[in-house]
């Protein structure tokens, strides 16, 4: 059973979809001539974003760990530990209004240097930035991010590519463009469509995908979904794992994981975990964005403007960080 999103736009965010590799291409281009405003090699590095932003801070510290590059923690802005100290702070926020993002920033400017990537550097964000990484060509129309978060990551991603190899199994961003060139068409499996319910997985740098993507089949298409680091699954959330349920899994799969959901009857889902045909696990994101999409048709809802959702949160009355 396929989508109809790759057949035509009936939405800003089908079609913004659709245009991810070319934005991760782009980014990847530029990303040597932000050079001086991304982390180097043995900075210590805080990485911050609320929602989406902040799930694609934790692939990105974790892929910068893995890659010997140095210490990279990631926070929701909220929760940011404002007494620990850091040699560079990297925000991502599509608007650039985000208060939580703007008043931590205006908070730790002399303490560190701020770098921020957002697709409107004209924004309240510049003015308490030291750096300014604007990614204009991913914006979107739709309340719903999709390629902003995935180009601010291919833009990291490059950059970590630049400084040095990779972690053993990690795709270069033009290998990842190509997987994503498959991902915006490939049909989306049948008992994906039809699940009732779905519970996401990841390893590694690939758990904040996993995030991400329960996120984004809440947020779109009002759908159950939960998340967790893939060993964690068998600590508990494979209860709820049944028949018309499913799991997929970003990155590669603990041994006897299929075996484990086999057993429970629910549809077991791994297009990103290695081996021949397996895509990078940013690329399989974007198979879960149109299923999101897809769904949301079925349903009668519109993916670009989700219920009790703005572009950003401003908030009137924000409470000060500690």
């Not at 900075?43 to 911050?48: D, G, I």
């Not at 300014?132 to 991913?138: E, F, G, S």
Request: net charge negative; hydrophobic share 45%; charged share 20%.
């Amino acid at each position: 059973m396929s989508s109809p999103d790759s057949a035509a736009y009936p939405s800003h965010t089908a079609h913004e979809i659709t245009t991810q590799p070319d934005c991760w291409r782009k980014a990847a281009a530029a990303a040597a001539d932000h050079g001086a405003a991304l982390p180097g090699r043995g900075e210590r590095v805080a990485v911050v974003g609320c929602g989406t932003s902040w799930f694609m801070a934790l692939a990105y510290a974790e892929l910068r760990e893995q890659a010997g590059h140095g210490e990279t923690d990631a926070f929701a802005a909220s929760l940011f530990p404002v007494g620990r100290r850091y040699d560079r702070i990297v925000a991502l926020t599509r608007s650039g209004t985000t208060t939580e993002v703007v008043d931590l920033l205006a908070r730790v400017r002399g303490q560190a240097s701020v770098t921020v990537v957002t697709a409107d550097g004209t924004t309240p964000v510049a003015d308490v930035a030291d750096s300014v990484i604007v990614l204009d060509h991913a914006d979107e129309k739709s309340v719903v991010q999709t390629r902003f978060a995935t180009t601010a990551l291919a833009l990291l991603r490059a950059h970590l590519e630049g400084q040095g190899p990779l972690p053993e199994g990690v795709r270069t961003i033009a290998e990842a463009a190509e997987d994503a060139e498959r991902a915006v068409v490939v049909p989306l499996p049948g008992d994906l469509c039809a699940a009732e319910q779905i519970t996401f997985l990841g390893d590694g740098w690939a758990y904040g995908l996993a995030l991400e993507a329960g996120l984004k089949m809440r947020e779109a298409a009002g759908s159950w979904t939960e998340a967790y680091p893939a060993m964690e699954y068998r600590h508990g959330p494979i209860s709820i794992t049944a028949p018309g349920r499913a799991t997929w899994v970003f990155g590669q799969a603990p041994n006897g994981l299929a075996d484990d959901v086999a057993r429970t009857g629910g549809a077991y889902v791994a297009e990103s975990g290695g081996g021949t045909g397996a895509m990078d696990p940013m690329a399989d994101l974007i198979r879960a964005q149109r299923l999101a999409v897809h769904l949301a048709g079925t349903r009668g809802l519109d993916p670009d403007r989700p219920r009790a959702l703005t572009r950003s949160v401003v908030l009137a009355d924000a409470p000060v960080a500690q």
